[in-house]
Structure formats: structure tokens, C-alpha cells
């Protein structure tokens, strides 16, 4: 794949090289600039490309390690952040179900009966229902 990927490269540095030359040549071609151009590319693929692929590991390697180092830091203190927030959140969760029961049995009982109360209050209020 990094030989295909430096063809993919050369062909697209070549073509770029084409442009340039034709623009500062004023459209005279010589054969030195199209040899030239393929000599760097032949010395670019046998000389240089393994060196520059194993240099671009290298410093992908040492980035990724300095990384995982900025994340292991920053993990830590997360960490005890949380470890201190937990008896306070244990706290608030027991309280608000407190609350939650409380207001259940206060306001959930008697708006249930309402329904009751309210037909009997109507019951007795209104006339009754006759035939006729």
C-alpha cells in the first residue's frame, strides 16, 4: 500500500511540476525537466521513501504516547472528582425519592378521591332525574 500510495503521490506531484514548468517556461518543453522529474521520482522510491515512511511512524509513535500521557492525566483527577461526588449524589438521590414518596402519599391519595367527592358533591346539588 506505500508503494501504490507513493505512485498515487508522484503522479500527482508530476502533474503539478507539468503545470508550474509550462507556466515558467512559457510552453517550452525540454526533455531535461521531464527526465529530471522522473530521476526524482525513482530516487524518491528507492532511496528516500522507506526512511520517510518509518520517520512518519516514528513521530506518529511519539505523538500517540504523549496522548495516552495528556489522557492518563486528565483521567486521574476526573477520577477522584468522581470518587468525591459520590456520597453527595447517594444523598440527593435518597432525598429526592423521600420527596417523591411524600408528595405521593400528600397529593396522589386525595386527587384520586376527588373524582369521588366531586360526583357525590354533583349528586347532591342537582335535582334528581325524573321520567317524565
Known sequence: MTFVGDIVFSFV???????FFEKANALAFRSYIMWGSLLGLVLYLR????????????????????????QKGIKI???GLFM??????????????????ITEVILFEPIMGLKKRMKALLNH?????TNG
Request: hydrophobic content about 55%; cysteine-free.
Open 13 to 19: 506531484a508530476l502533474t503539478i511540476l507539468f503545470w
Open 47 to 70: 532511496l528516500l521513501s522507506r526512511f520517510s515512511v518509518r520517520g512518519f511512524f516514528g513521530i506518529y509513535g511519539i505523538l500517540t504516547y504523549f496522548a495516552r500521557l495528556i
Open 77 to 79: 483527577p476526573i477520577r
Open 84 to 101: 468525591l461526588m459520590r456520597p453527595p449524589y447517594a444523598m440527593l438521590r435518597w432525598f429526592s425519592l423521600l420527596v417523591y414518596r
Open 125 to 129: 346539588l342537582l335535582p334528581p332525574k
